[in-house]
């Protein structure tokens, strides 16, 4: 078995939810490997080109694929394109002696798997929706190491391994951060607290109702964390931006651990890392899907949902008056709290990134440090465009 040299060459790009789950999977290989060569290959208009190198990794870029969504002239270039990124990829592979090729998604992985594939290359994929994207529907097809975050994601030769994800939300320990992460985040003790985020772009849909809704949670002693996105600063009736007492509102909040320790309910979308990040620490959530898309959100959503872990709303009714119904009682009950962070816990894995290490140098045949090629980790189980890109 290899034991010196290892180069591993990941793929993925485009958004946080393919970026994050990359870089947490790069650093546990590190962990394991400290002499291994790490590339990250992305494209250069994605979030990669900032997050890559500032996580301390090296990234190389090849052109995006699109993938018409109906006839079209991009349709007749598709095989051009996807055989120029195939010979990008397979230069970036030959350039790096790639021994294993990790892939999660999005933009730049179908050109790698098919480069790598043509390599005899060992082929790891990760999946992080309960609905896979195109590019790992075929990645999958390619190899016998196939991890998942979420149980019954349909693809073949799936293990669920859980969402790797930051070190620092995976080992949170929530009744210990509490009290600091609260006073971080502008908090009073001893009242609820509800953290409201649309993600790093916000959602417009979710802002528009706290906002029409903030007189009732105030009145009712609720704090409000409004994490607006960048740029989606609320405004009131005369162009101030919007206030309230107990309501603080920033466009970004650097450390979500901070969030899911001092939130008594977190209000998201239901993205794939949100949903797992939930579980892993045992956050009480409401989750309000995306109106658009193939409906993989709300099937992300759905183990939580089921085990009464966290509330689902689609975002149609989300509004005011739902907010008063459900919102505030929910806030006002510690007992259901209580009850939905358990059963939260129990659906959660923490050690998703040292699973996924694992299974990389199972795949390439690597010996770690402690003589084996790893076991999958120990950790916790409480646990409207005309083209896409293929993804």
């Excluded at 060569?37 to 190198?53: D, K, Y």
């Excluded at 730049?108 to 994929?125: D, F, Q």
């Excluded at 409201?196 to 002693?221: D, E, Q």
């Amino acid at each position: 078995m290899k034991n010196q040299n290892l180069s591993v060459v990941l793929a993925g790009g485009g958004t946080a939810g393919h970026i994050s789950p990359l870089l947490a999977i790069a650093r546990a290989i590190r962990a394991g490997a400290p002499e291994a060569e790490i590339l990250a290959v992305g494209t250069a208009a994605g979030m990669e080109t900032r997050l890559v190198p500032a996580a301390g990794f090296d990234l190389a870029t090849i052109e995006r694929v699109p993938m018409p969504r109906r006839p079209s002239l991009d349709l007749l270039k598709l095989p051009l394109r996807l055989a120029a990124a195939v010979r990008q990829a397979g230069r970036i592979l030959d350039e790096a002696g790639a021994d294993v090729v990790v892939g999660v998604g999005g933009y730049v992985s179908t050109p790698i798997y098919l480069a790598a594939r043509r390599r005899g290359v060992p082929l790891v994929v990760h999946e992080a929706n309960a609905r896979p994207g195109l590019a790992n529907r075929i990645g999958a097809r390619l190899t016998s190491h196939v991890g998942t975050a979420f149980r019954n994601t349909p693809l073949p030769n799936a293990r669920w391994v859980g969402m790797p994800m930051r070190r620092e939300i995976a080992r949170l320990d929530r009744p210990a951060a509490r009290e600091e992460a609260r006073a971080r985040l502008g908090f009073e003790p001893g009242r609820p607290a509800l953290v409201v985020t649309g993600g790093s772009s916000g959602a417009a849909s979710i802002n528009r109702t706290i906002a029409s809704a903030l007189p009732a949670l105030a009145a009712a002693g609720i704090q409000v964390l409004h994490i607006t996105g960048r740029g989606k600063v609320q405004l009131d009736g005369s162009g101030a931006p919007l206030a309230a007492p107990g309501y603080r509102q920033v466009e970004y909040v650097d450390g979500m651990e901070d969030v899911y320790a001092a939130a008594d309910v977190l209000l998201a979308r239901a993205g794939a890392a949100t949903v797992c990040e939930v579980a892993a620490v045992g956050v009480p959530a409401v989750l309000v899907p995306l109106p658009h898309g193939n409906g993989e959100q709300a099937l992300n959503a759905a183990s939580l949902v089921e085990a009464h872990a966290a509330v689902l709303v689609a975002d149609r009714d989300f509004t005011p008056e739902w907010a008063v119904r459900e919102l505030v009682p929910l806030l006002q009950d510690s007992g259901r709290l209580a009850a939905m962070e358990a059963a939260a816990r129990s659906l959660g894995i923490r050690d998703a990134d040292e699973r996924m290490a694992a299974m990389v140098f199972e795949a390439a045949g690597y010996r770690t440090g402690n003589g084996g090629a790893g076991s999958g980790g120990t950790g916790n189980s409480s646990a409207g465009k005309d083209t896409d890109e293929i993804r």
